[in-house]
């Protein structure tokens, strides 16, 4: 049985209730260290997760870039060896991190991602602009870096020593493509997993939950997608 450290990171603004219904779900003895990053909440978030036993990591710097890099920081500072990603508003069902974790500590893949648009997926749990987002940008992802996948997830699962390689430096919604994009430049094994996708548990989504937001998460992944579409740095 593996002994390498793992941290749960859950980059969060303005999730009281969605955090302490979802913290509750989190399996105890899967993790080392179960990180909420507070990006600059002005509800509960922080203290409910402090209630629950989370390490919480502020980050007042709005964006979701900024707190997925805050909350791998704080992991790395702590010990951890594999890092897993999850969105704090109860999207991503607990009940699939063994699934998601197994081929990174078997060593199949150099990272896993959780694809929202499997059979495994609940009605209505993504807007259909984000459905058609995401699926655009999977295909240049595909057209342009060769990685052949269905969705940009936010669950996922890597290894610190792989994710610190990456050099990532886009602090917005571009982070995940960002991700993706240098992973496949460098070679690296990325392996797409159908999860269980639901409905967020509370609240209304900042990103699809609104045209604006729908419009603006666009238009960072697809500046990142095409970022380095014609450069020669793979890591930069």
């Not at 997760?49 to 805050?70: D, F, H, S």
Request: with cysteine; aromatic share 6%.
């Amino acid at each position: 049985m593996s002994t390498e450290k793992v941290a749960i990171v859950i980059p969060a603004l303005n999730e009281e209730a969605a955090i302490r219904q979802l913290l509750t779900e989190l399996p105890r003895d899967f993790a080392n260290w179960i990180i909420v990053v507070d990006n600059g909440s002005t509800d509960g978030t922080a203290p409910v997760a402090l209630a629950a036993g989370a390490i919480v990591a502020n980050e007042p710097t709005r964006g979701y870039g900024q707190a997925c890099l805050k909350g791998f920081k704080a992991a790395c500072s702590l010990g951890a060896e594999i890092v897993v990603f999850m969105d704090g508003d109860g999207s991503d069902d607990p009940a699939d991190l063994p699934l998601m974790l197994e081929p990174v500590r078997e060593g199949i893949a150099d990272m896993t991602i959780g694809s929202r648009v499997s059979k495994r997926s609940e009605r209505r749990a993504i807007p259909l602009q984000a459905r058609v987002g995401n699926w655009l940008v999977s295909r240049m992802i595909h057209i342009l870096y060769g990685a052949r996948l269905h969705d940009i997830g936010s669950f996922r699962v890597i290894r610190c020593a792989t994710l610190d390689t990456l050099g990532m430096r886009e602090m917005t919604f571009g982070w995940p493509v960002e991700m993706l994009v240098k992973m496949a430049r460098a070679r690296y094994r990325i392996v797409e997993l159908p999860i269980h996708y639901r409905p967020r548990s509370h609240g209304r989504s900042k990103v699809a939950g609104s045209i604006a937001g729908s419009i603006k998460a666009a238009y960072y992944m697809l500046r990142t997608t095409l970022r380095y579409a014609w450069t020669g740095e793979a890591h930069a």
